[in-house]
């Protein structure tokens, strides 16, 4: 028997209603987004950072778009077209991870921030002449595109990177790379099994509550998000002059801007070792002025 789909509809308008209300319960669902998002209204300091870094990063792009773009007269190297598609995808990662976590999910939203890291970091990488973007994509230049030879390219290059800038080859000092080993493993934690997320489970595997659905806030979970959100955002704004091409640089008042975003990126990063005592604050200070060495001037040399 056929039946149309405003007839399947209808049925689960039926189904699913709750007080009499079509998807009611679903509201209910809504309704604890909206509290969480209410709650984290509190981390002033922290959302007042990240909408400037995303003004910063919208405003560059205008420029880049409207006033720095056509007055290039030379073609755009193939680096430069894989480098800024590239950098406006971390971008793009970074608001709808924030859209998650502020939502009531902040546990999937750090998860999302994993690839964001890898991939701003070996754009750094490749910036730097450690690698290069075609590499980074698994391709060679003048060769045949081959699946399975890509991807070993793709892990040979991220496992060189990762030992030029985090690793034993990177220059940072043995404390900094152990505790940036720890912080990255809590990524592993979350990624692979929930461990994180399943631990905010345990009063109902002790029979102490019911099983949590619905989005509550919990400090914990979103203090996670948020201190890798802000160390992910600074790495990504560190990137963000070598938009400029050097032919057409951005004026001074981009540049003071850009100062200011950085350097409050810094003070909140050192909180976690100033404030909290954790080592990591530290090492990711050292790790970024290592390996992210650009400022206001620095412009796109490939």
Not at 142 to 163: A, H, N, T, W
Request: charge should be neutral; include cysteine.
């Amino acid at each position: 028997m056929s039946i149309t789909m405003e007839e399947f509809e209808e049925r689960l308008d039926l189904i699913s209603k709750y007080n009499g209300i079509p998807y009611g319960r679903v509201y209910k669902l809504f309704d604890s987004e909206d509290e969480h998002r209410q709650v984290c209204l509190q981390f002033k300091g922290y959302l007042a950072l990240s909408d400037a870094f995303k003004s910063l990063f919208l405003e560059t792009v205008t420029l880049i778009n409207t006033e720095c773009r056509p007055k290039i007269t030379t073609p755009l190297s193939i680096s430069c077209k894989l480098f800024l598609p590239r950098l406006a995808h971390s971008f793009k990662s970074l608001c709808g991870s924030e859209r998650i976590a502020l939502n009531g999910y902040p546990y999937q939203a750090y998860t999302l921030l994993r690839n964001t890291f890898d991939n701003i970091v070996l754009a750094s990488a490749a910036l730097q002449g450690i690698t290069d973007f075609n590499s980074i994509d698994g391709i060679v230049e003048g060769k045949e595109y081959d699946p399975k030879y890509s991807k070993r390219l793709r892990k040979k290059v991220e496992f060189e990177v990762r030992q030029m800038m985090t690793g034993s080859k990177s220059g940072l000092t043995q404390s900094t790379i152990d505790e940036l080993a720890t912080w990255d493993d809590l990524f592993d934690h979350e990624i692979h099994g929930a461990r994180l997320s399943i631990s905010e489970n345990i009063s109902w595997m002790k029979g102490q509550a019911p099983l949590p659905v619905l989005p509550t806030f919990q400090e914990r979970a979103f203090a996670m998000f948020m201190n890798r959100y802000c160390e992910i955002a600074w790495l990504t704004h560190r990137l963000l002059p070598m938009m400029q091409p050097f032919e057409v640089p951005l004026g001074n008042s981009w540049k003071e801007k850009w100062r200011t975003i950085d350097e409050v990126f810094e003070l909140m990063v050192n909180s976690l070792t100033k404030e909290l005592g954790k080592k990591i604050g530290a090492a990711l200070i050292e790790f970024v002025r290592i390996n992210f060495p650009f400022d206001e001037k620095s412009v796109f040399p490939l």
